[in-house]
Every structure is written in C-alpha cells, then in structure tokens.
C-alpha cells in the first residue's frame, strides 16, 4: 500500500486540525510589549475537497484571520482520530497501552483564500452541521487551502515529505455535480445500508451501539458518517474517477455488509 493513499487517508479521515499562521505583532505591543514575529496556533475544524484541499471556517475578528491578512501561508496539523492499523499498524502489538507518539499525524503547509463555493460550503457544513448556527454571520467566511507540501510523521521512524504533486488527489473527473443528491437520497432512503456499513465494514468502529448513522461526505477516495459528534470513514480501495459510479459501489457494499 503505497504511503501516498495511506496519508491522504488519514487527512480526510480527520475532522478537526491545528491551524497555524505567523502572528501579526503590530496590535500586540500595546498589550504585552512583544515585538518579535511568533508562530501562532489555534484549533479548528477541517473539511476537504475532492482534491484534498482542507475548507475552514474563520471569524474574521479571529487573531488568526487578523494574521492572514499580512501573510496567507499557513500549516494545518491533523492527528489521527480513527485508528486504521491496516494503514499504519501498531508500532508494538505486545504493549497493551499504545503510546499516542507512536500513532500518524500530519502537517499540510500552503495559502488559504477565502472561497464562496456553494460546493466548498455544502461539504463543511454536511461535515459538521452545528456550523449552520454561526455560517451566516456577517463576519464569518469559507477559507481553502491551496497545499504546497505535506510533511507526514506515521510513528516511530516512518517520517517523509511530499510535494504537492505526490500528495492531491487528481485522478478524477466528475465528481461534485451531485453529491448533495446522493447524500439526501442515502440518509431518507438507504439508513439500513449505512447502519451496515459503519457496523461492519469500518474497522475500530466504537459508536455503533444508539442511533443512525448519517453519510455527510463523499470523495474520490471513500466516504464519511457522523453520528452526534463521531465521525468515522471508510476507505475506497480503488479511486473511484466518476461519481455517477457511487451508486453502484454502495449497492455492493450493502452486499459485502450483509455477507460480514
């Protein structure tokens, strides 16, 4: 399995990051009499495109959108939230306590600009729905993410970079148009299928026991369920380049699931 696919997998299973951009002194000196350039780090939360650019949402009273506005190159540190030992196994079976250093997390550098996208905004929200409280605000907007590298820390002695050319995913071409229709028609239509597939096709899957599974996203690479606040994702092996063929895959899921 080629360590590309595995990290991309592990940027869009995460739903949550770390955003960091280069403080903006200038209304800091009045207050702490700091004059120096610092690197300035905040939480947030993180949805992608289909090409795996990151989409945020930010204030722009934030200190971290203050900062943009004088420098736009930026990293997001994503850890991991879901466990897939069959993307990064266990550094040591024998231990029964795994040492959270020895788990992945990856930090993406690249420029972000605001974005008025419905798509880019459909998929952030889908993502993470109790946004649709404060999205509207005046003062709020959609950033994306142009990656320019990637630097990927799999555990103990499983370090690499990446270019932006070895880290996006590209092999794709009709993906977008809709998506918000397949979501719909699964969540009113197909909840069996979904309660199947969480159940038994997501492995170290800990929140099957109450409620429904809701599928908030699709990409080129898999897709992605929430219940409450867990989100949990399962990985294509195959890029699937066309989403018309997404219906076809989650008939042969629902199969596969009945089959486990």
């Known amino acids: 399995m080629k360590i590309e696919y595995a990290t991309r997998q592990l940027i869009r299973s995460s739903s949550r990051g770390y955003l960091s951009t280069e403080f903006n002194t ?6 702490i009499g700091l004059r120096q350039k610092f690197p300035y780090s ?3 939360l993180t949805a992608f495109d289909y090409d795996l650019s990151p989409i945020i949402l930010l204030s722009n009273l934030s200190e971290h959108t203050i900062n943009l506005k004088k420098k736009n190159l930026v990293s997001i540190m994503l850890c991991e939230e879901q466990k897939n ?12 306590y795994e040492d959270p250093m020895s788990r992945p997390r990856v930090t993406l550098i690249g420029k972000i600009n605001i974005t008025k996208k ?3 905004r459909n998929r952030f929200l889908s993502r993470h729905p109790a946004s ?6 005046q003062d709020m907007n959609f950033y994306k993410m142009k990656i320019k590298g ?3 820390v799999g555990g103990f002695a499983n370090v690499k970079w990446f270019t932006r050319s070895e880290i996006i ?3 794709f071409s009709d993906f977008g148009k809709h998506e918000m229709q397949i979501l719909d028609h699964m969540n009113t239509s197909y909840q069996k299928s979904l309660n199947l597939y969480a159940k038994k096709l997501i492995p170290h899957n800990s929140l099957n026991n109450v409620g429904n599974w809701k599928l908030v996203g699709i990409d080129p690479e898999g897709f992605d369920l929430r219940k409450k606040d867990g989100v949990i994702r399962y990985c ?3 890029i699937i380049k066309d989403e018309k063929k997404i219906r076809d895959k989650f008939l042969f899921l629902h199969k596969l699931a009945i089959k486990n």
Do not use: W
């Open 150 to 152: 990637a630097h990927l």
């Open 85 to 96: 030992y069959n993307l990064f196994p266990k550094f040591n079976k024998s231990i029964k």
């Open 118 to 120: 419905n798509l880019h």
């Open 236 to 238: 294509f092996k195959k």
């Open 169 to 171: 995913c590209k092999d």
């Open 132 to 137: 649709k409280l404060y999205s509207n605000f």
């Open 26 to 31: 200038e209304n800091l000196r009045k207050r």
């Open 42 to 44: 905040t939480f947030t």
